[in-house]
């Protein structure tokens, strides 16, 4: 009977000892897994920095070529109407005369 006893009792120490070494691994395999997902975690927020430190860069250069395009055409709107003056300002001025003194 004793050794019954005995064999129970060491395989329930086993038992205790397979289940100690699990709840060891299963606490290593979760300290794993936090540090790859703070890892990761970290990756993905540098990464999606980076490319919105791009695309500001690449809108700001877009904005500036607008800007720039921008005023190029009014300076050559307001050329051409200053052109246009000079070559008919008297044409323009006899004409608001003209205007004004019909009415």
Do not use: P
């Amino acid at each position: 009977m004793n050794d019954v006893i005995n064999k129970l009792s060491d395989i329930e120490q086993a038992s205790v000892n397979i289940m100690d070494s699990a709840n060891a691994r299963k606490k290593e395999i979760a300290a794993q897994m936090a540090d790859k997902t703070s890892s990761f975690d970290a990756q993905i927020q540098a990464d999606t920095a980076k490319k919105l430190a791009d695309l500001r860069a690449q809108m700001e250069v877009d904005m500036q070529a607008k800007l720039s395009k921008q005023k190029s055409d009014a300076e050559e709107t307001l050329r051409q109407m200053e052109d246009s003056y000079a070559a008919h300002h008297t044409e323009y001025a006899q004409a608001l005369f003209r205007t004004m003194t019909e009415r």
